[in-house]
């Protein structure tokens, strides 16, 4: 640094600066990517004028004139175009968070049954996750909608399962609590369970800091949530929930909550698959604490529960939050693969309202735009979850 | 924070170009003017005319592009059997390939000339409005809205066609009111899918759609016994079921239409030059049937025909083809290359084939239908 201070000060001209070469050839670069995306959006505009195109956002606020076959806000014909992108958007909210939170689960259970001391467990992992590592999503997909949902038997000979669980081609029909008029006192109770429960979890905690014997936190806080609903359940004179089973009615099942075999293959497909990555990734983790941290934590008498949930996990997320964020998003954004049978997710509704507006490029660009939006909000929650791991442990 | 100001950034900026894209200005309107260069019918007088006539920007841009290249690019479905579909020997073959062929032979000379492109319903609209294919011939509804607002022209129907809905023989459904309740079978992006909820809507009819992207997987669906019915145009109720379905005898199409579906080839807004040559190609199909001029007996009347309507058509007097910037004897090469419109229809949908469909409107308005060519003149 002292030597460049000399030179410059010895009559180099400022182009032979080092400091400036970095500079200018950032600031060229950068004015050679504006020119050419301008140049790309010029044209773009340049031959939609040229077909009496205008580009514009307006025919979002028009009937939209189209069905949808799910929705979980009230929609029709009537209904806007903007409307049917909600719709869309929640639809694949839906099956995305659902898809997540499975993906999770399957995928916690499958790498570490992975590591499991026991032969058979331990093959049948390896064998689950390198099977569905190594085909295609869309294949999957396929396979779950026309070899199986699609396979159950037709409406008029519905298979009934105690419960009453109904399977049909038309979709899995599950009996479903209709509100009466007790629910909104029982919603309160919920609430007030809730504080309970997270009251004793800082109280545990802190006991827990000060002690140094952590209790089941997470373990007792449910406990005494689910105590609270089911003592709640009780105390009211009338059930909050009357029961509502399905039954056939004609061409469709009434009643009770029914699950449309398109959502049921897409959530199925994305959650096993994406489960196979999320279990090679806790494998990963949990391969990365170092030996001596279990064989330590046994010399101090802790036994194979404690050691996993007390010395194990919190040093193994460290290295899964990272790659787990990128697969919620690839589940996110795999979850457009939808339109290939049929569940109206945000990318299926926008390719109808781009065909029935003929709005191609605007629908493109909101469609992007929200997946980016959706993908963002994702990683920054990530991150400051991934933060915060590394903030408590060191 | 860094990440989160770069990640701001970028959404500032992809606003703002959204934001641009909204307040363009229209272009100003300028004329330019085309020289057209006519040339006499062969065995007159050799005399050029130079015609000067004030036209808009884009005017011949097509076909000058079509003539370079030297192939036509058409967008067809492709999966539609009777319309559009690869026959045994891994050629298209259909309704919409012979008016495909029929525009080749009237530009090159040779029907041979034609690059087929796939389209999907969703895809067809805009591989036409960014010029990826010069001329749309996909079953493709007429309507307002695409005539005006998607920046297309629809050139002339080739095809009177109503949507129907098929249901399995056996269901005992009859009517719209019996499928209260049921679920319907419908392909994405199609006008088809507006009508049938506009029509549910007005019976006070209660269902649930189910939307596919493509053909197959509609009847696949429905074949699985998904849908308690499936709606489409009638012409592809009937193809379709013959060509997809295991058992197309226990289906029947329900005697209810639900929508008047004028199929018409689709060209770009700005060359009515190419416009022109569209429509009229369509139009010279159908009047070669109603002068009773078919692709065998084609090269006689060229030689012999007396009735000066014919003798305009295929070029032996006037000079008609010039007019659209083709060669004179462009009707006379369609006729002879794919043959008059009942040629085509009976070649793809007659009596003889497996995707029969009675002719019915799509008579010439002499036997009772709606085929009507303006005059050749």
């Not at chain 1, 919920?190 to 800082?202: E, M, P, S, Y």
């Not at chain 1, 806080?221 to 089973?245: C, E």
């Amino acid at each position: 640094m002292q030597n460049h201070a000399t030179r410059v000060r010895s009559g180099t001209p400022f182009w032979r600066d080092v400091r400036f070469q970095r500079v200018f050839a950032q600031v060229v670069f950068i004015i050679l990517l504006l020119l050419f995306f301008g140049y790309l959006i010029q044209n773009m505009i340049a031959t939609l004028q040229r077909q009496g195109l205008a580009l514009g956002f307006s025919f979002l606020h028009q009937t939209s004139g189209f069905d949808i076959g799910e929705y979980l806000i009230p929609y029709d014909r009537s209904s806007t175009y903007l409307r049917a992108f909600q719709i869309g958007l929640l639809n694949t909210a839906l099956v995305s968070g659902l898809g997540i939170l499975l993906a999770t689960i399957l995928g916690i259970i499958f790498g570490v049954a992975r590591l499991s001391q026991n032969f058979l467990v331990q093959y049948l992992a390896r064998l689950y996750i390198e099977f569905l590592r190594n085909i295609p999503l869309l294949v999957l997909l396929i396979l779950w909608y026309t070899g199986v949902f699609l396979k159950f038997p037709r409406i008029n000979q519905a298979i009934t399962l105690p419960g009453p669980i109904m399977l049909t081609n038309r979709g899995i029909a599950v009996p479903w609590g209709i509100p009466t008029e007790t629910y909104p006192s029982y919603l309160v109770i919920l609430g007030i369970g809730l504080a309970l429960a997270l009251l004793a979890a800082a109280g545990l905690t802190w006991h827990g800091r000060r002690t140094g014997r952590t209790p089941l936190v997470w373990g007792w806080a449910t406990a005494i949530f689910l105590l609270v609903a089911a003592a709640g359940w009780f105390m009211l004179p009338s059930p909050a929930l009357s029961l509502d089973p399905p039954q056939v009615q004609g061409l469709r099942i009434a009643g009770g909550k029914q699950l449309s075999p398109e959502f049921m293959a897409l959530l199925s497909g994305l959650a096993i698959y994406t489960s196979a990555f999320i279990a090679d990734v806790v494998r990963a983790g949990i391969q990365s604490v170092a030996k001596g941290q279990v064989e330590a934590a046994k010399a101090i008498g802790l036994n194979g529960f404690q050691i996993l949930r007390l010395v194990v996990f919190p040093q193994a997320l460290r290295v899964i939050i990272p790659p787990l964020t990128s697969h919620y998003l690839n589940l996110t954004k795999n979850s457009s693969l939808a339109v290939a049978i049929g569940y109206p997710d945000l990318f299926s509704v926008s390719g109808t309202i781009l065909n029935q507006s003929g709005r191609a490029v605007e629908v493109i660009a909101l469609v992007m735009l929200i997946y980016l939006s959706i993908s963002l909000l994702t990683s920054l929650f990530m991150n400051w979850y991934n933060r915060r791991i590394r903030f408590v442990e060191r | 924070m860094r990440k989160l100001f770069a990640t701001m950034t970028m959404l500032v900026v992809f606003s703002l170009v959204l934001a641009a894209c909204g307040g363009g200005a229209v272009p100003t309107a300028e004329k330019v003017i085309q020289t057209v260069v006519v040339t006499a019918p062969a065995g007159t007088p050799q005399v050029q005319v130079q015609v000067q006539v004030a036209q808009a920007p884009g005017f011949g841009e097509t076909l000058a592009a079509v003539q370079a290249r030297g192939t036509l690019i058409c967008g067809v479905n492709g999966q539609l059997p009777g319309f559009s579909f690869l026959d045994p020997s891994g050629a298209y073959a259909g309704f919409d390939v012979d008016f495909c062929r029929a525009l080749a032979a009237a530009i090159f000379g040779d029907d041979t000339k034609v690059e087929y492109r796939n389209l999907t319903t969703q895809e067809r609209l805009p591989a036409l409005q960014t010029g990826e294919i010069d001329v749309l011939i996909r079953n493709t509804t007429w309507t307002l809205t695409r005539d005006t607002d998607n920046g297309l022209n629809f050139t002339g129907t080739t095809f009177y066609d109503g949507q129907g809905i098929m249901v399995p023989a056996d269901s005992g459904i009859t009517t719209l009111n019996d499928l209260e309740g049921g679920t319907v079978c419908v392909q994405k992006g199609t006008t088809t899918e507006l009508n049938l909820a506009d029509a549910m809507a007005l019976n006070n009819v209660t269902y649930t759609p189910a939307v596919y992207e493509d053909v197959n997987q509609t009847y696949g669906a429905y074949a699985e016994g998904r849908c308690d019915a499936v709606t489409s145009d009638k012409s592809q109720l009937s193809s379709a079921a013959k060509a997809v379905l295991p058992d197309p005898e226990n289906h029947v199409i329900l005697d209810v239409t639900l929508s008047k579906e004028p199929l018409s080839p689709v060209v770009r807004h700005g060359d009515d030059q190419w416009f022109d040559i569209v429509k009229w190609t369509v139009y010279a199909v159908i009047a070669a049937e109603e002068y009773g001029v078919d692709s065998a007996n084609v090269d006689d009347q060229r030689a012999n025909a007396v009735n000066p309507e014919i003798r305009r058509l295929l070029g032996v007097e006037g000079d008609m083809g010039p007019k659209l910037g083709l060669s004179n004897d462009w009707a006379y090469n369609v006729i002879k290359l794919v043959g008059n419109y009942e040629e085509i229809y009976n070649r793809n949908l007659g009596p003889g084939t497996p995707t029969f469909i009675p002719r019915g409107l799509n008579s010439l308005y002499t036997d009772g239908g709606a085929l009507y060519s303006p005059p050749f003149r």
